[in-house]
């Protein structure tokens, strides 16, 4: 069984892991600096959260209109173009005077930009590592993605009140450009995966092709609906405890690394029906929510829920053990555009309930809404499971 020194051991992975940091870096320093500058400029909150957030949402029309570029474009053109791309842009962001839609233009562009980084991204990813060390590689990635946000919204917190906005609208520039030099120094060329020329039309075509599976329309969904479902949950936080969400944000982070941590480095069976049982636990403990449980009742469960995002990781492995190789980067880009977008529509949701109803109570229907998803899609995820073996190829 891989380690984590031996997925480290692999030049490649080296170079992905290292602009993966400095990119989640940009963005969660971006991220609060957008957020206070279009505040000062507008007074308005929904700006500011759309400045801040708003790119993730347009990742959509990247999965459905440009997704197919991600099988179809060198990998390493592709990913240190998009990276100076996106540091050109966040410089374009600090420009003094820049009127609001052109800002809200930008964030379009890179929310498009993104997208289909993901793909290629994830895409090469399958492809530097042995087929029984990807989930660890992934799981490295998404504890790193963890650690990014908490230091990166942290630091740009700090640069915005050290340096002005546009400082750390600057700095996060260099990250992305820092990046890009990574990833053009340290990745050799390959070639596309995919022949043909990315288009609208082909990214329709393979879309159709991937959704077309039954088993692996299964896979999307129970990536998509029971996560965000939950990610709705936490999205009451603040309403629930105002004065102590920092803390239940925390910890929810924290269980979310140590399910990756323990999934990846002792991953179950492939054909098990351990991805159902994690995204039970991923829902359970917030049932307990309606009961409003105190603050350190509240952070146990809360920790405790989130180790079971850790079924992604089997979730994926089992998409890229049901989809050829020439649409990897599209399979992986459509499940990260979606999860995103599901999420997003999710927090929404969760957000009308809570108008008619407690907090706490809201967190708990939206548990049991994750759940009955989970449990509608649970025969069929087991006897996908059944089906495949540790031979299941990538074609």
């Known amino acids: ?52 957030f708003g790119s993730s949402l347009t990742q959509l029309l990247g999965a459905v209109l440009l997704m197919s570029a991600a099988d179809r474009l060198p990998p390493r053109a592709a990913l240190t173009g998009s990276a100076l791309a996106l540091g050109l842009a966040t410089a374009l962001l600090a420009l003094p005077g820049l009127p609001l839609p052109a800002l809200f233009a930008v964030l379009l562009g890179q929310g498009l930009v993104a997208a289909v980084t993901g793909g290629v991204r994830y895409g090469l990813l399958a492809e530097v590592l042995p087929e029984d060390a990807y989930l660890l590689g992934r799981s490295v990635l998404n504890m790193c993605s963890g650690v990014t946000q908490i230091a990166g919204y942290a630091a740009g917190a700090a640069l915005v009140a050290a340096v002005s906005p546009r400082g750390a609208l600057l700095v996060a520039a260099g990250l992305h450009l820092a990046g890009a030099a990574v990833l053009r120094g340290c990745l050799t060329r390959r070639p596309a995966r995919a022949t043909g020329r990315p288009s609208v039309g082909e990214t329709w075509r393979t879309n159709r092709l991937l959704w077309s599976s039954a088993p692996r329309r299964r896979v999307y969904l129970s990536l998509w609906l029971p996560n965000g479902l939950v990610v709705g949950c936490e999205s009451l936080f603040v309403p629930y405890r105002p004065d102590r969400a920092g803390l239940l944000f925390a910890c929810a982070a924290l269980g979310m690394l140590a399910g990756d941590t323990l999934v990846g480095r002792f991953p179950p069976a492939r054909g098990g029906t351990a991805p159902v049982r994690l995204l039970l636990l991923l829902a359970a403990p917030y049932l307990l929510f309606a009961l409003r449980p105190g603050l350190p009742w509240a952070l146990v469960l809360a920790a405790a829920a989130s180790t079971g995002f850790s079924a992604s990781l089997l979730l994926q492995e ?29 927090a929404a949701l969760a957000g009308a309930v809570a108008q008619w109803v407690p907090a706490g109570t809201a967190i708990a229907v939206m548990a049991a809404a994750s759940a009955v998803v989970t449990l509608a899609l649970a025969p069929g995820l087991r006897r996908d499971g059944t089906a495949l073996t540790p031979a299941v190829g990538r074609g």
């Open 318 to 346: 089992r998409l890229l053990a049901l989809t050829p190789r020439a649409m990897t980067g599209q399979a992986l880009g459509l499940h990260s555009c979606g999860m995103l977008t599901a999420q997003g529509a999710a």
């Open 1 to 52: 069984m891989p380690a984590y020194r031996d997925v480290f051991r692999i030049p490649h992975f080296r170079a992905l892991f290292t602009a993966d940091v400095l990119q989640g870096g940009a963005a969660t320093t971006s991220g609060p600096a957008l957020g206070v500058m279009v505040f000062a400029a507008t007074g308005s909150p929904l700006l500011s959260t759309l400045s801040m």
